[in-house]
């Protein structure tokens, strides 16, 4: 029976509604994202200021696209938001194009993962080389941490650079100003962090500090910057804006807005599938990737930074019970509660417990033993890894994607050249199932085996190979049973090939053709050229054929 082919966009809550499969966890789904609420807040505002933006607009993200995530998606528990991996690229932005420039590339690349969505996409996204997403996120880990440290020390810069080297040479340059208050929040903040999950699982460690360093800091009145001091009460802005945009200009914020759309359904599906490992489900990655769309449209006009699926929030919403997306749409609505009345008090917030929280989010997005466990791997995964890691620390996120992309796929095409038979069979030199099988093969019949995909990538090494011995041979049979797929390459190869074979007389027989490859041989000419007869879909009626034709020289 023919299996039913999943819809393009099918958000996984209207499956649960329509089937009933929400009312059996309800309750640990509310409860679930109660708790993933208030882990969302210290995170929202501290990714919001690391990007360069206010603190709101990091909760109005976390609130608007973490409920269209869960609303629309095609995971049952995934959590959406602002996350680390955003801080540089909205930071760069920003500073290229301003803040309108950062809302219409957001816009721009909810658009184009809709587009990757409905062109059912989110399968060949799922597979990006796992160095690549290792070398940037670790590189993405010390870039978070570098950006933190003037906050960390409470320095008094003169200037704060992007550049890596510039940013660090500024800080030693000024390790004289440090404020030794912000400097012990920090430190306090981290160690609160880390180890109150010890003692109280619930409540998430961020928030304790936040609240333990806050109401610190307002009743002994240390003498430390604040989030009150750099941008004032924090207010929620439900209105729309929408910004002016000439169709002119629209070409420069295509690289940006790609950067966003590449990496946002990359760590969006990277969380699904994380998350189906820990419930035992399978999520909809076209549907996935479209509900993010949506969510990155919508959340910008709203004073919105982009969002994605987000790995820690979504693991501590399974670790908590939650199962389905009502537990996502609860965290958004107990975010907008919690902000709507007690908002005013997150102006008192220490920018250094900001810094201590992002420093921990840098630590463990580090993933320094995975790092170090690549490391050991082949030198085509290394080369991918440290390529993509230095690029990102010291030059641009969207150039080590775009570099890292472009050296796995060199990489690829490499070993799948290396992986062509280098020799040809005949005779007494075939493989074992044909001598077992064919006790009588004519010396002047060759056989040949095409293993694997063939496309531009190996086309080049299979047809020098059939080239400089086929010659040798009155026939020439080219084994392709395990060929799932040609490219217009590797044909165009091989019909100049068999030119020049003809040419010297050798015949070509072509055997284990499945019905897609043929269909692809003979509307690109190898048919004309050997004949349509002489394409065989199985080994022995090559055979046959090729000991008649030397019969009958």
């Given at each position: 029976m023919k299996q039913k082919r999943e819809r393009v966009f099918e958000p996984v809550f209207f499956s649960l509604l329509k089937q009933g499969g929400l009312r059996a966890n309800f309750s640990k789904d509310i409860l679930a994202g109660i708790v993933v609420g208030i882990v969302a807040i210290p995170l929202?505002?501290?990714f919001a200021v690391a990007s360069g933006v206010s603190p709101e607009k990091g909760v109005m993200t976390a609130i608007i696209a973490g409920f269209i995530v869960s609303f629309l998606g095609g995971s049952r528990v995934q959590i959406g938001g602002p996350t680390g991996a955003f801080i540089i690229i909205v930071y760069g932005i920003i500073n290229d194009y301003g803040l309108e420039g950062m809302i219409i590339s957001t816009v721009m690349a909810g658009l184009m993962l809709m587009a990757f969505g409905f062109m059912r996409?989110?399968?060949?996204?799922?597979?990006?080389?796992?160095?690549?997403?290792?070398?940037?996120?670790?590189?993405?880990?010390?870039?978070?941490?570098?950006?933190?440290?003037?906050?960390?020390?409470?320095?008094?810069?003169?200037?704060?650079?992007?550049a890596f080297i510039?940013?660090?040479?500024?800080?030693f340059q000024n390790m004289d100003t440090i404020n030794w208050w912000a400097t012990g929040i920090t430190?306090?903040?981290?160690?609160?962090?880390?180890?109150?999950?010890?003692?109280?699982?619930?409540?998430?460690?961020?928030?304790?500090a936040i609240i333990v360093m806050t109401v610190l800091t307002a009743l002994c009145e240390l003498p430390v910057t604040t989030i009150g001091t750099l941008y004032g009460e924090i207010k929620l802005n439900f209105a729309p804006t929408f910004p002016s945009v000439e169709l002119g200009q629209l070409g420069s914020y295509l690289q940006p807005a790609f950067t966003i759309a590449i990496l946002g359904a990359i760590e969006s599906l990277l969380s699904a599938v994380v998350a189906d490992g820990m419930i035992g489900s399978q999520h909809r990655s076209n549907t996935e990737l479209i509900g993010q769309g949506i969510a990155n449209v919508v959340a910008p006009l709203f004073g919105g930074i982009p969002a994605t699926g987000a790995i820690a929030r979504t693991a501590t919403n399974i670790k908590n019970g939650g199962r389905t997306p009502v537990a996502g749409m609860t965290h958004a609505v107990v975010l907008l509660l919690i902000m709507l009345f007690f908002g005013k008090w997150a102006a008192l917030i220490p920018m250094s417990c900001l810094a201590g929280i992002l420093i921990v989010v840098a630590y463990n997005m580090s993933e320094w033993r995975t790092f170090r466990s690549v490391l050991r791997a082949s030198y085509f995964d290394v080369i991918i890894l440290l390529a993509t890691f230095f690029i990102t620390v010291l030059v641009d996120l969207t150039v080590a994607l775009e570099i890292g992309i472009v050296l796995a796929s060199l990489m690829f095409m490499k070993r799948m050249a290396d992986n062509a038979p280098k020799e040809i069979m005949s005779g007494s030199n075939v493989d074992q199932d044909i001598l077992d099988n064919y006790q009588d093969i004519p010396a002047t019949v060759g056989i040949y085996e095409i293993s694997g995909p063939f496309f531009f990538g190996s086309a080049k090494t299979y047809c020098q190979t059939i080239r400089s011995m086929g010659v040798k041979y009155q026939i020439l049979i080219i084994r392709m049973r395990h060929v799932p797929f040609v490219d217009t390459t590797a044909i165009k190869n091989l019909r100049e090939t068999i030119n020049q074979l003809q040419a010297a007389g050798t015949k070509i027989v072509l055997s284990g053709v499945n019905d897609k490859v043929r269909k692809d041989l003979i509307r690109f000419g190898i048919g004309a050229q050997i004949g349509e007869d002489a394409i065989y879909p199985k080994f022995d009626l090559a055979l046959y054929a090729a000991r008649d034709y030397v019969t009958n020289l």
């Open positions: 929202a505002i501290a996409l989110g399968t060949f996204l799922k597979f990006i080389p796992h160095p690549l997403i290792v070398g940037f996120t670790s590189g993405i880990a010390i870039v978070i941490f570098s950006t933190q440290i003037a906050n960390a020390l409470g320095l008094t810069l003169p200037e704060n650079p992007s510039d940013k660090w040479s500024v800080y430190i306090a903040t981290i160690l609160i962090s880390i180890f109150s999950t010890k003692f109280i699982k619930v409540i998430p460690g961020s928030f304790i």
